[in-house]
Antibody, heavy 121, light 108 residues
């Protein structure tokens, strides 16, 4: 079964850190970009970060730049997102998704089920 | 930053046709994708590059994109189509993935 599975979410205090992981099974990631998207409770989808197939290009949304860091390991078919200096407004379900190819224009053709991050004192 | 504007909600009766719009500056020059998110589930890709259906998506779903509006059309709406629908594109100006605010479609 082709799927992405996220893990690592949980409850953390403001200013704390978490590391999210996204693992692929039955799915090739080698020639695909990957992104993280989040969805606050009851809200819409918000793009968080992007990493190219070879990790040479990385982008972040302005809201997380300087606090979050993305990485990937194609051998392990996985991607991580390090969340530092967390804020209450970072509370959301975090999804990883695969781009349909190398180019940014490709749609997000596979999504994980998400992992919930709650930032609260 | 590039903004995509969707109506917040839409109600349609079973068997009718639903039309969901996504407005953006010269959006007709860009590739727009659409995602369906049923309650409690992850988003699923339902339309690629304006008007191309991924494998497994019924032909009741169609799309178009002209000038300043992209549109997702669902013909012969079914109860199972009740979901939030999001348009999305990649903005080469800001290097950002942009989502519309989403449209909650209720099937009455």
């Amino acid at each position: 079964q082709m799927q992405l599975v996220e893990s690592g979410g949980g409850l953390v205090k403001p200013g704390g850190s978490l590391r999210l992981s996204c693992a692929a099974s039955g799915l090739d990631l080698t020639y695909h970009y990957m992104i993280w998207i989040r969805q606050a409770p009851g809200k819409g989808l918000e793009w968080v970060s992007y990493i190219s197939h070879n990790s040479k290009s990385i982008y972040y949304a302005d809201s997380v730049k300087g606090r979050f860091s993305v990485s990937r390991d194609n051998n392990k078919k996985s991607m991580d997102l390090q969340l530092n200096s967390l804020r209450v407004e970072d509370t959301a379900r975090y999804y990883c998704a695969r781009g349909g190819g190398l180019d940014h224009y490709f749609a997000l053709d596979v999504w994980g089920q998400g992992t919930m991050v709650t930032v609260s004192s | 930053s590039y903004v995509l504007t969707q109506p917040p909600s839409l109600s349609v009766a079973p068997g009718e046709t639903a039309t969901i719009s996504c407005g953006g500056d010269s959006i007709g020059t860009k590739s727009v994708h659409w995602y369906q998110q049923r309650p409690g589930q992850a988003p699923v890709l339902v339309m690629v590059d304006d008007d191309d259906r991924p494998s497994g998506i019924p032909d009741r779903f169609s799309g178009s994109n002209h000038f300043n509006t992209a549109t997702l059309t669902i013909a012969r709406v079914e109860v199972g189509d009740e979901a939030d629908y999001y348009c999305q594109l990649w903005d080469s100006g800001t290097l950002h993935w942009v989502f519309g605010g989403g449209t909650k479609m209720t099937v009455l």
